[in-house]
């Protein structure tokens, strides 16, 4: 199945879906990787695979809306059927998530629906959380707030700070996006045995 990765900056998380789509079983092929910020560092990292690249800048734009536009239409041009959010730092608008509705799934840095929005690791640390994590769920209107599809938690440390909590967290969701992705697949194939995951083995 062609999937587009649409992505603002590092790519880690693109380059984890990469590197699992290169197994002939795993269902996903990654046709595209499409990013809002010209030096984003994943779009080198794309280039480097092969994979074609696109920018869309909001600033080249109107409004958010025609922004939307130029992005779907990256995302149709590539032949996509589907769409990842990895790291993507802007909030689409209600019209382009309905054209993908069931169809774009997104990845947070928390434990959802706890810590939705930005900064999620030190709210975590200053709520005295226990454990944390990170949710792959599908893309709705509200933000970070459509069904979860798969989660992973790690535990949070007693000397932990944002960066070595985010570090704990960030190794999990590559392996959690990459088993997401597959169960998504999956069941939009009708598959009912493709199960949403929890905590899926760790590399
Ligand atoms: C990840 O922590 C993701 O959950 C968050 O932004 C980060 C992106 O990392 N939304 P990368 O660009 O995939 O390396």
Redo the contacts with the bound molecule.
Sequence with gaps: VPVAVV?S??????VALAEAAEAADYPAEIVAVISDRADAV?LARAAERGIATHVVLRRDHPTRAAFDDALDAAIRASGAEHVCL??FMRILGPEMVARWEGRMLN???SLLPAFKGLDTHQRALDAGAKFHG?SVHLVTAELDDGPIVAQAAVPVMPDDDAESL?AR??AV?HPLYVAALAAHLGRSAGRPDATPVFNPPLP
């Design positions: 992505i900056g590092r790519g880690s998380n693109f994943g990895a790291g990845i947070h840095p990170a985010a967290v960030l969701e």
